[in-house]
């Protein structure tokens, strides 16, 4: 009998040997490729990586992030490129021309994108339900966005009949985010005059045509050109003497009077979701794109102080974040 237990011990230990040692190789290591603005280094992706690691992604230990900052449009298409040669498992593209690139890089690496336009007018997705092809994510456009920013906007200037709308127009997302802020201007009884920028060097003539059109504020796009012009634009601004409204946090931290817009913080936290669920098998196509849940609201009480305003103290309690 124990002879007979055994042999049948040492038969099943010889068919489980080989599964078993296949099981313990080490398997590849993921590599996450991001693709982002080189503004956005310290701020948002941040949110990202932390995401990653109450997940259990630990880098250096069990997955690899390549990273690559693009300084201008024209660097994406290159960058995209290089995380393609490098056979990264997924791309987290953060932007709208990130997202352009990545997707024309490659269509059978997964994309995981955090955009702040409309993913299906852009082209990226085929439908929020069930996106296809090779990219999902979030997706930051709300409709009635660029109407709460106008209102926010009158409430702290009331008598504003004028708004100075910069925006870039190689942005994808431009067309469809405008179109929808002159919906909500003219419920508002607003008129929006559009300043086009395409490079940098474009500001300052672009400002001096503000005060020709005697623009009463100015509304920012969001754009990441428009992005890493932060500082100046917010100097022009105050030397114009206009209340400006912006979409993300960051540029109230550099001078900014007003923001209104989606959690940047919370979109690439929630990212990580679907980076996780991607190298876990889940494929792109079938994860449908998500909306913004959370929406944040900071003033800049100097900045307001400087340009004589008054912020309405049910402003103040409804805010996120006051700059003193």
């Not at 997707?103 to 339900?129: C, E, Q, W, Y």
């Not at 490079?199 to 504020?217: Q, W, Y």
Request: glycine letters at 8%; proline letters at 7%; a neutral charge.
């Amino acid at each position: 009998m124990t002879a007979c237990v055994l042999r049948v011990a040492l038969t099943l230990s010889i068919l489980v040997a080989p599964f078993v040692a296949e099981a313990q190789q080490p398997g590849r290591v993921p590599r996450i490729g991001i693709l982002q603005n080189t503004v956005a280094l310290s701020t948002y992706t941040e949110a990202f990586r932390q995401g990653l690691r109450a997940r259990g992604w630990v880098e250096g230990q069990n997955m690899v992030i390549e990273s690559r900052e693009g300084r201008g449009y024209e660097h994406y298409p290159d960058l995209a490129a290089e995380l393609v040669r490098l056979q990264v498992d997924v791309i987290f593209a953060t932007n709208a021309p990130a997202i352009q690139a990545a997707t024309r890089a490659t269509t059978t690496i997964p994309i995981v994108m955090v955009s702040l336009g409309d993913p299906v007018a852009a082209g990226f997705v085929a439908s929020r339900a069930r996106p296809g092809g090779n990219i999902t994510g979030l997706s930051g456009f709300s409709p009635e966005l660029s109407g709460k920013q106008l209102e926010r906007l009158k409430e702290v200037v009331p008598n504003i009949a004028r708004v100075a709308m910069l925006a870039n127009p190689t942005n994808p997302h431009t067309p469809f985010i405008v179109r929808e802020a002159e919906i909500a201007a003219r419920a508002l009884g607003v008129q929006l005059h559009l300043l086009e920028v395409r490079e940098p060097n474009e500001l300052g003539s672009v400002f001096a045509a503000m005060t020709t059109a005697r623009a009463d504020a100015l509304l920012v796009l969001p754009d990441p050109m428009l992005s890493g012009q932060s500082g100046r634009i917010v100097e022009l601004a105050a030397q114009s003497r206009l209340p400006a409204m912006y979409a993300e946090s960051s540029w109230a931290l550099a001078g900014g009077l007003m923001v209104y817009g989606v959690s940047l913080d919370d979109m690439n936290r929630r990212a990580v979701t679907y980076v996780d669920k991607i190298l876990k098998g889940a494929q792109p196509g079938d994860l449908p794109v998500e909306r913004p849940v959370q929406f944040t609201l900071v003033i800049n009480l100097k900045t307001a102080q400087a340009l004589g305003l008054t912020i309405p103290p049910h402003l103040l309690m409804l805010a996120d974040a006051v700059i003193q």
